[in-house]
């Protein structure tokens, strides 16, 4: 088995990892692993744009307000003031970067608006912001000589002082073990420091606007290395994903109903928001996915309508080109007719515990991005603010290692991955089957709207599931399918025992049986 030694490793290569390597790079050798291409992770998918306050008349104050009420009061006001307050910082750096944001007509940067904020403070780049940004980033990297970027390379689980030739109880972390695409080795990748920015778990549901890689890896390898994940019950469902049976995670950006767009029942033509709340299309997504799942079962459709044809089509072509393009291609005109849309899990609201430096529980691992509880969200994300938060927290993890370098441990020699006693897989139809049945049980059992008795079926169905992959992990050689099997199963688990502990209705978590809000707004924090 081969080692690689570097100062600090980076597991992922989106918004969070790539900030996070140009801001250690004049110091430090850095390895960044992504377990595809570079550009596969949600960043590049990314469409509306980054929430921050750029134009006289909107406040720090209104930011954080807004972000406060679409998290229904769960989250942490000292990580919002932060993010917030260095949220325009973070919107230079990119334009420095090249990202070639829209210009407005009066102010530097045009702004488009999304459900939940007071104001418009959404800087974009067309329909596709997070292609703009990934390609930014990536150049920087690429550029940096201290960078190395290591695309296929599939993360199997963290480094501690137990996989030590002296076994050590300590909880530091020292980097990963990691299997190649290409040649199926297994190597270790060795650092004083590690930073998680693996994204998220969408890919746990059925339908997910998130790519095929969001398999929770970094939630779950945290969660066995012993540290503590919190909110896990929260998944964002984003109301108006394309419904098309060949193109099944399309997503049509908040930005479509910012800018005018309305919710229609196919049928009647009927414009439902209004019925349910009076910010209509702009209420936040919890509310507007959960509307949709309502009319939707109530009236026994497959899809609701999203609607831009009102406004002149050179309007829908110049704000939404990229969709505008997709749709034409599925015979859809978005400026004659509507586009039907059903909500889609989008968004993972918890994962491993973080403080404002992006540490963990456990010395030498920090994380990033959509793969931590870093307390921006609490229990429902603002539009946008999740790549801002990818930005924040990948400068401060760098900012925070620079500062304790001295601090952390060299790490101690480390023992080679012991593959002596499996074998090669001979029922890949095995980890197929497993995957289809998590992500199918979990979007009929721990959905949009829940019961406990739903979630004890998933928890059984997890329990049976775990044992047998445990055993089939236990056999074989690893495999990035089954690495990722391993991780769903596990971030199913932390999800529906979350689920179990919340005997309240709150933001992105709504259950028949308990369905007011407690008076104190509390995190659910799981414990190894
Ligand atoms: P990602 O960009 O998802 O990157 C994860 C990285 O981790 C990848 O490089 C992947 O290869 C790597 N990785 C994962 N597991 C392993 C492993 N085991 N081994 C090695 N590498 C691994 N947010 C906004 O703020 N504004 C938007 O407009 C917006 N639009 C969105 C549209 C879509 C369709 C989606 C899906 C999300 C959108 N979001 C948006 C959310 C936002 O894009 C993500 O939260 C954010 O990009 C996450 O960035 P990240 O760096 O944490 O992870
Ligand atoms: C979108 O463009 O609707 C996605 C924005 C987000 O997820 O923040």
């Known amino acids: 088995m081969t080692a690689h030694q570097f100062d600090v490793l980076i597991i992922g290569s989106g918004a969070a990892g790539l900030t996070a390597a140009i801001n250690l790079a004049d110091r430090f050798k850095v390895a960044v692993l992504a377990k595809g291409a570079l550009s ?49 910082a973070a919107i230079e750096r990119l334009a420095a970067l090249g990202v070639p944001f829209n210009p407005g007509e009066t102010e530097r940067w045009h702004l488009t608006r999304e459900g939940g904020h007071s104001h418009r403070r959404i800087v974009h780049v067309n329909d596709a912001t997070g292609w703009a940004v990934q390609q930014a980033l990536e150049k920087a990297a690429n550029d940096h000589p201290n960078i190395t970027l290591i695309p296929d390379m599939v993360a199997i689980d ?19 073990y990691a299997v190649s695409r290409k040649t199926g080795r297994v190597s270790s990748y060795i650092a004083r420091a590690t930073i998680l920015s693996t994204g998220g778990a969408g890919r746990t549901y059925l339908y997910s ?18 540290a503590r994940v919190s909110n896990m019950e929260f998944n964002q469902f984003h109301p ?25 029942i196919p049928t009647t033509g009927e414009r439902f928001m209004p019925r349910f709340d009076p910010r209509a299309e702009l209420a936040p997504r919890d509310v507007v996915a959960r509307a949709m799942d309502h009319e939707i079962k109530r009236l026994g459709l497959d899809f609701v309508h999203l609607d831009i044809s009102h406004k002149p089509p050179e309007f829908v072509r110049e704000h939404f080109p990229n969709i505008h393009a997709k749709l034409l291609e599925l015979g859809i005109d978005i400026t004659r007719e509507p586009i039907p849309v059903v909500p889609a899990q989008h968004y993972t609201c918890g994962g491993v515990l973080t403080d404002l430096d992006a540490r963990t529980d456990l010395p030498g691992l920090y994380a990033a991005g959509e793969v931590a509880q870093s307390g921006l969200h609490g229990a429902n994300r603002l539009a946008s603010n999740s790549l801002l938060e990818c930005f924040v927290f990948g400068a401060a993890a760098a900012r925070h290692i620079t500062a304790h370098w001295d601090e952390l441990p060299a790490p101690p020699a480390i023992r080679p991955w012991d593959e002596s006693r499996v074998s090669d897989s001979d029922e890949e139809v095995v980890v197929q089957q497993c995957w289809r049945e998590i992500r199918q049980f979990m979007w009929n059992f721990v959905g949009i709207v829940r019961t406990t008795k739903r979630l004890e079926r998933a928890k059984h169905r997890i329990d049976l599931l775990r044992q047998e992959v445990a055993d089939y992990y236990g056999h074989f050689r690893v495999a990035p399918d089954l690495i990722e099997l391993r991780n769903l199963v596990e971030v199913a688990d932390l999800i529906v025992r979350s689920a179990l502990l919340r005997k309240e209705s709150r933001g992105l978590h709504y259950t028949l049986d308990y369905p007011n809000l407690l008076p104190e707004a509390k995190d659910t924090i799981l414990v190894p």
């Open 209 to 226: 606007t998130a790519p095929r890689g969001a398999t929770g890896d970094g939630i779950a390898m945290a969660w066995r290395a012993g």
């Open 40 to 88: 596969d992770g949600s960043t590049a998918w990314a469409q509306g744009g980054i929430a921050a306050v750029l134009e006289p008349g909107d406040t720090f104050d209104s930011h954080i307000e807004d972000t406060i009420i679409a998290g229904a009061g769960l989250n942490n006001r000292k990580t919002v003031e932060f993010v917030v307050e260095n949220a325009p």
């Open 240 to 264: 108006t994903c394309l419904y098309n049976l060949q193109v099944k995670n399309f997503l049509i950006t908040e930005a479509v109903r910012g800018e005018g767009g309305h919710l229609k």
């Open 158 to 176: 963290l480094i501690t002082g137990r996989h030590g030739e002296v076994y050590s109880a300590m909880p530091n972390v020292h980097g990963v």
